[in-house]
């Protein structure tokens, strides 16, 4: 739900699109780093009415009269305000803050669990107007492997 200042803050979320590193694609130019957030309907109506780019996955193997997913695409921006990304390890609790240059390791993690807030962009192009979403903070946990879990304990001071 978004707060006063129009913030969207959402806890234990999955994110799907990852594209940290601002790879090309048929879907994507070179350079924008961005990923999904899937919502549920209620939330996706609220943020609909209000005027943020929401967006639903194909229903290709839905089951009939499922309603397709919903998600909100999130911008990752260095221009302005940097946003808080934090990566966490899942056994040891190692917390990494991610900058510009080592984000694109967020592509290749086996996430467990997204926390984030994202601010909102009002845009207005040729008459038409929207609200884009742009990350703010994000916090992520990921699997960690058993060679990172012995390392992380050996390095610790005794």
């Known amino acids: 739900m ?12 999955r994110i799907i699109f990852r594209n940290f590193r ?9 350079g924008d780093r961005n990923f999904g957030v899937l919502i549920d309907e209620n939330l996706a109506a609220q943020l609909i009415d209000d005027g943020w780019n929401v967006k639903y996955l194909k229903n290709d193997d839905a089951d009939e009269g499922e309603s397709p997913q919903a998600w909100l695409p999130v911008s990752v921006s260095w221009k302005g305000r940097a946003p808080n990304i934090i990566a ?6 190692n917390r990494t803050r991610l900058d510009e240059d080592s984000v694109e390791a967020m592509d290749w993690y086996d996430i467990m ?9 009002n845009w207005e192009v040729n008459g038409k107007t929207g609200i884009k979403a742009y990350l703010r ?22």
């Open 2 to 13: 978004p707060k006063n200042d129009g913030t969207l803050m959402m806890e234990g979320v």
């Open 22 to 30: 601002g790879e090309e694609s048929q879907y994507n130019r070179e």
């Open 88 to 93: 966490i390890g899942d056994k040891t609790k």
């Open 113 to 121: 669990n997204v926390d984030l807030i994202v601010h909102p962009y």
């Open 137 to 158: 903070d994000l916090y992520v946990t990921y699997e960690e492997n058993p060679l990172e879990i012995k390392y992380a304990q050996d390095s610790q001071p005794e």
